[in-house]
T-cell receptor, first 109, second 111 residues
Framework: ELKVEQNPLFLSMQEGKNYTIYCNYSTTSDRLYWYRQDPGKSLESLFVLLSNGAVKQEGRLMASLDTKARLSTLHITAAVHDLSATYFCAEFNTDKLIFGTGTRLQVFP | NAGVTQTPKFRILKIGQSMTLQCTQDMNHNYMYWYRQDPGMGLKLIYYSVGAGITDKGEVPNGYNVSRSTTEDFPLRLELAAPSQTSVYFC??????????FGPGTRLTVL
């Protein structure tokens, strides 16, 4: 069964702190996506990771991919309130995206 | 480009009613998808299409039907609506080998 697991499911963190969200997937896919979703909104693409060892950074977010471990991480550096949202990883498999359950991030002062 | 558009934005149905959720994209993408998102959950794939005239089931196809007569349009049909179909429905499209773009969603309530 294709399965994508994220942890933690909920993350409450103080502004200025660092944290990592983990995404484990079940197949040998070498394409992994990260999306952001604000409440009541659609999904916004953050990163596309296309090969083992890929690392991408945008502002305070950095994503990486380890295809051998079937693991992707989304690292948050010096969190700010504007990063509060739900983050989804999704594995690409045979024309389809398989989504994780999401990590709801709340950043407080 | 308008991207991926969905109508309606909101809809309330009674149990047993039917409706069609519309999805249109103007990017000439081959691949189109329908997902549902239940509260606090991730997205689950209902149906997808790799091109006009070709559709296939996803994880949760029961209670839904689709058609793809043109590249641009990918409507999702609900027959005999049930409370379990209360959800937010997202349509998405992508080019071959490319990134997936999502529509704004349709919030459906079945009472």
């Amino acid at each position: 069964e294709l399965k994508v697991e994220q942890n933690p499911l909920f993350l409450s963190m103080q502004e200025g702190k660092n944290y990592t969200i983990y995404c484990n997937y079940s197949t040998t896919s070498d394409r992994l996506y990260w999306y952001r979703q604000d409440p009541g909104k659609s999904l916004e693409s953050l990163f596309v990771l296309l090969s083992n060892g890929a690392v991408k950074q945008e502002g305070r977010l950095m994503a990486s991919l380890d295809t051998k471990a079937r693991l992707s991480t989304l690292h948050i550096t010096a969190a700010v309130h504007d990063l509060s949202a739900t983050y989804f990883c999704a594995e690409f498999n045979t024309d389809k995206l398989i989504f994780g359950t999401g990590t709801r991030l709340q950043v407080f002062p | 480009n308008a991207g991926v558009t969905q109508t309606p934005k909101f809809r309330i149905l009674k149990i047993g009613q039917s409706m069609t959720l519309q999805c249109t994209q103007d990017m000439n993408h081959n691949y189109m998808y329908w997902y549902r998102q239940d509260p606090g959950m991730g997205l689950k794939l209902i149906y997808y299409s790799v091109g006009a005239g070709i559709t296939d089931k996803g994880e949760v196809p029961n209670g839904y039907n689709v058609s793809r007569s043109t590249t641009e349009d990918f409507p999702l049909r609900l027959e005999l609506a049930a409370p379990s179909q209360t959800s937010v429905y997202f349509c998405a499209s992508r080019p071959p080998g490319g990134e997936q773009f999502f529509g704004p969603g349709t919030r459906l309530t079945v009472l």
